[in-house]
């Protein structure tokens, strides 16, 4: 067995975006653009399941949630209210009240990315598009592993 | 009253660390380089009170933690282990579980920013010196207002 470090395990270890779970993103928004003197970002209904296929752990999912985004620097702060259907977001905010949910990075390849960590253990946790189809979220399993939930962020197109 | 939004409320708004505490520094640490394909980084055990006067809910603490750093693009990536004397550390594996406990921010000037936030609701939860004496870091009590702590970085000297 080798213990060499592979440095395709991932394309990209650039950390772009931290997913904070919410249960009022009204609220919660108002705390960070007073805290952080931000403009006020525009809050998106996430569709549903006939638009963004989102599967929770492998099967279809009608679970939106809203969601806000902040621009700090290289990372793109996300704020998500779960709507109280299952997925990961509900999933968290039932065991661990509000708090950050995952780290994202950009993938070329979300199958090659998928099939190296089955290797390690980590399964996909939740799938869908992004709701203006241009692209798609997976998120791992792998909270257990690394104490964290790990997002792939794959846009369509390069 | 107005509802305008001062730019200065931190002096830099870019995320530079996420802090993520966990029960076994070595086990996460060789889960974070198996699937990031990162090289192993030392892992350093925090000087106590003496050595950097930490204080925690006001008074001084003996609490010390093993912390480990990746460097993931303009975030640092920091695991920390904490001793189990009390701490923010502490509380947070306790009251959570293994979890991104904090967003790093940097600042020239803590007492100005302390200032500001304490004016929003938001106090001093821990301080303390770096290891090497080379600056200062300070938690923020910001979990109920977003979700996450805020720690303030300042290193001495600019």
């Given amino acids: 067995m080798s213990n060499s470090i592979k440095n395709t395990n991932l394309e990209d270890t650039t950390i772009c975006q931290v997913g904070i779970i919410v ?3 009204e609220r919660s ?3 960070f653009c007073r805290v ?3 403009p006020r970002p525009e809050v998106i209904e996430m569709p549903g399941y ?3 296929k989102t599967t929770y752990r492998g099967g279809p999912s009608e679970a939106t ?6 621009d700090m620097g290289q990372v ?3 704020l998500i209210e779960p709507d109280g259907k ?3 977001w509900q999933e968290f905010l039932d065991e661990h009240g509000e708090g950050v949910h995952h780290l994202g990075f950009q993938v070329a390849d979300t199958g090659r990315v998928v ?3 089955a290797g390690e253990g980590i399964g996909v946790a939740q799938q869908g598009l992004y709701g203006d189809l241009s692209g798609q979220y997976t998120y791992m399993d792998s909270a257990a592993a690394l104490g964290v939930v790990v997002e792939l962020l794959e846009s369509f197109g390069g």
Same sequence: chains 1, 2.
């Fill in 23 to 25: 249960r009022d993103i």
């Fill in 86 to 88: 299952p997925s990961v």
């Fill in 36 to 38: 952080f003197g931000l």
């Fill in 76 to 78: 793109q702060l996300e």
């Fill in 29 to 31: 928004m108002e705390a």
């Fill in 65 to 70: 949630a809203k969601l806000a985004f902040f």
């Fill in 50 to 52: 006939e638009r963004v």
């Fill in 115 to 117: 099939e190296f960590l």
